[in-house]
């Protein structure tokens, strides 16, 4: 969803629902399996309202910049690895946590001083 956008998933469903039976009719069941486990999931998700990209992420750029990120690419990197860990983990799509996140980077992986925050 992320990477297709979550306005598109449906049509993405129809359409492999549709090439499913472009194959040998035996292989018919198991295909469509998966796909049903693939709209599962979607609904699941959007049930949930979890984040699926980066403008729902409980923080922006701005709180970044304000702890001491510098604007370009430093900073697109952080948000990326942020919506990456909030993915994996949706539970992790709070603001405290994502700021400590962002700080922890900051201070050591990218070497920057202490923030300012």
Known sequence: MNQVGAE??????AVQRGDVYGHKPELW??????????EAR???IMEQNQCVSM???????RD?????????PKL???L???LGEVLEEPTANTREYLLARGRQWLQEQHGF???RE
């Not at 598109?8 to 469903?13: N, Q």
């Not at 069941?29 to 693939?38: G, I, N, P, S």
């Not at 970044?64 to 370009?72: E, F, H, R």
């Open 8 to 13: 598109w998933i449906e049509p993405l469903l």
């Open 29 to 38: 069941e198991d295909m469509l399996r998966q796909v049903d486990r693939m």
């Open 42 to 44: 979607y609904r699941h």
């Open 55 to 61: 403008k729902q992420l409980a923080i922006g750029g």
């Open 64 to 72: 970044l910049l304000a702890m001491g990120y510098p604007a370009g």
């Open 76 to 78: 697109g990197e952080a």
């Open 80 to 82: 990326n690895r942020l």
């Open 113 to 115: 001083p202490n923030s």
